[in-house]
């Protein structure tokens, strides 16, 4: 039986280069995903436009809709692109399943910030978006830092995508990259625990110290001036 599970999964596989494979992949797309449901969850819930309501609902019920639906599609469109088998395939592709759920966290947020304080920035001759970036984004920072939480765990740990797309042994992630440590019917599962153990610290360190601040913004936000 191997006594050292830990050093084997890291030093007889490629576990270092998936990691890092892993940590741009999920950085990229969680900043791609966040801003975009950032500005996207403000537009809907403070801009009126025709069509604002049914947006909305669309929102949701893409939400709904499981990730694995898309896959023919996404696939054709970035075969079509020549994106298969680079990271940028992953980076375009998680953000269409990320960003519905991020932007109605962040849509039910901004509904629950007073409109007054932006108003009164506004009258003070503050911008549309002076008034968003100074006052209402750090106000709405406990469902920011939710929703970063949610796209970097959801990318960190997504294999079906990252398994079909990527081909090449070198641009793998680590789901993918585990999943290559099973050899037919044979399971190391020393192997398999100590990666699966050393894949997860990140994220629990994520949730671990962003619990603190997320507590804190949220006690903030409830304190009235």
């Known amino acids: ?33 966040v801003f975009f449901a950032a500005l996207g969850g403000y537009a809907l819930a403070r801009l009126k436009f025709r069509g604002a309501g049914a947006m909305t609902t669309v929102l949701l019920v893409t939400y709904l809709l499981p990730g694995s639906l898309m896959f023919i ?31 109605w966290v962040m849509l039910g947020y901004y509904r629950g910030i007073p409109e007054d304080l932006e108003e009164a920035a506004m009258i003070d001759g503050a911008s549309r978006f002076t008034s968003f970036w100074r006052i209402t984004l750090p106000l709405a920072m406990p469902a920011l ?11 960190w740990n ?18 993918v ?13 020393g192997q398999l625990m100590a990666a699966s153990l050393i894949m997860s610290i990140p994220v629990v360190l994520m949730y671990t110290f962003a619990q603190r601040f997320l507590v804190e913004g949220l006690t903030a936000g409830s304190v009235k001036g």
Not at 80 to 87: D, P
Not at 158 to 175: G, Y
């Open 177 to 189: 990259g585990l999943q290559k440590l099973v050899f037919a019917d044979i399971y190391p599962y």
């Open 145 to 155: 830092l939710a929703v970063t939480l949610f796209a970097f765990t959801n990318a």
């Open 1 to 33: 039986m191997d006594a050292r599970p830990v050093p084997q999964a890291v030093e007889d596989t490629q576990y270092t280069l998936w990691f890092r494979n892993t940590v741009t992949v999920a950085t990229i797309t969680t900043v791609i995903s």
């Open 158 to 175: 997504e294999f079906l995508f990252a398994f079909i797309f990527l081909t090449s042994d070198n641009l793998i992630t680590l789901p």
């Open 73 to 103: 599609p996404m696939y054709r469109i970035l075969t079509g692109l020549g994106a298969i088998n680079n990271h940028w395939s992953l980076i375009l592709t998680y953000p269409t399943f990320l960003m519905p759920f991020a932007t």
